[in-house]
């Protein structure tokens, strides 16, 4: 697949201004990343599923845990639109997993809060998710796996400061 996608960069190079080393790095940094996002929503599907839920009700019901987040909140802590996480919390109050309580910082926001049956839900997932973690974290170091997460942090600074920018 790397082969494939320097074919591919090799195309956008020949068709389009040059990048640097660093940009080309990037963009295959980025493609690897978007393969990586796709496994890991299926992943996170099939560890949902057995508590009949999905990785993005999982998402929501995890940013509810402590009753302090609104629907906008949750949905800048993931990078995502309000609106759909805002469909996805209606979802979940309907299913009686999630309430929306008074919010004493603002009138009209109201917070996310877990109800028993949604801890429930949550807390089966989490033990599943421990028990892939741990197998998937196997050949690695925490080290090598920290080190990862910094640069995909850093890049969602980079991407977050860049925002709104031509």
Known sequence: MIDEIAKRQYVVKRNHSKRTVEGDAFSLFA???????GR??????????????????WQVLAGARNGTHSVAQIARMLGVARQG?????????????ISYV???QHQRAKLVQL????EARLAAIEVA???????????????????????MARLI???DAEAGKP
């Open 115 to 118: 109800t028993k049956e949604g």
């Open 85 to 97: 996480v805002q469909r996805l919390a209606d979802t979940l109050e309907d299913d009686g997993l």
């Open 31 to 37: 493609i690897t990343a978007l393969r990586l996002a």
């Open 40 to 57: 890991l929503t299926t992943a996170g599907d099939e560890l949902a599923k057995p508590a009949g839920q999905t990785s993005a009700r």
């Open 129 to 151: 998710q421990a028990d892939w973690a741990d197998r998937l974290g196997r050949p690695f170091t925490a080290t090598e796996l920290e080190a990862a997460r910094l640069v």
């Open 157 to 159: 600074d980079t991407l």
């Open 102 to 104: 008074d919010n004493p």
